[in-house]
C-alpha cells in the first residue's frame, strides 16, 4: 500500500490496496490514519458492491441509514447506500437528487449530530459538469486573523 498526498491543504490517494477484498487490521488500520492525516481520501479503479462499501466503510464507525421516505430506492438497496443519478428507467430516476438537485453543502449539518464521514463511490461520470470540490475547514480557521478567531471564540452556529 502506497499513500501520496494530493496537495499540502487536503487529500491523499492511497495505492496498491482492493477494497473489494477483506482487509486485516494493520492494512484498515493505514487507511484510517491517511483519512486522519489528510481528511480525504482517494482509492481509484475499485469495484465494489453495496455490501462490500458498506462493509468497508462500517469499519470506520456505524453507518447512518440513508434511505428516506421521500428518496427513490432500489430493490435490495443496503440502507446506507444512496444513489445520486439523473438516469432514468421506464421513465423514471433510477436514483436520489437528479441533475441540478445539489449545490454547496456538506452531508447531514442539519443533524444534531452529523455524520463524521461520507464515501462517494462513482459508478459513472458525466463528460462534463459533476464537479465535487472539498474544503479543508481546519486549515481555513487556522489561517484566519487572530482578532477574528477572537471574535469566534465561544460562539457557536447551528445548521437548520
Not at 31 to 44: G, T
Not at 95 to 112: A, K, N, R, W
Not at 114 to 142: C, H, Q, V, W
Request: glycine share 6%.
Amino acid at each position: 500500500m502506497k499513500i501520496q498526498p494530493l496537495s499540502p491543504a487536503l487529500g491523499a490517494e492511497i495505492l496498491n490496496v482492493d477494497l473489494s477484498q477483506p482487509l486485516d487490521n494493520g492494512a484498515f488500520s493505514k487507511i484510517k490514519q491517511a483519512w486522519i492525516d489528510h481528511l480525504i481520501i482517494l482509492f481509484r479503479d475499485q469495484s465494489l458492491d453495496e455490501q462490500q462499501q458498506a462493509a468497508f466503510c462500517g469499519r470506520f464507525g456505524a453507518l447512518i441509514a440513508s434511505i428516506k421516505p421521500n428518496l427513490e430506492v432500489r430493490e435490495g438497496q443496503h440502507p446506507a447506500v444512496m444513489y445520486v443519478s439523473n438516469i432514468k428507467e421506464n421513465g423514471k430516476l433510477i436514483g436520489s437528487l437528479p441533475d441540478g438537485e445539489m449545490y454547496f453543502h456538506s452531508d447531514q449539518c442539519h443533524s444534531e449530530r452529523p455524520a463524521m464521514a461520507t464515501m462517494l463511490y462513482a459508478m459513472e461520470i458525466p463528460s462534463k459538469g459533476g464537479d465535487t470540490l472539498f474544503a479543508n475547514m481546519y486549515r481555513a480557521y487556522e489561517t484566519l486573523p487572530n482578532e477574528l478567531k477572537e471574535k469566534l471564540s465561544g460562539r457557536k452556529a447551528e445548521n437548520v
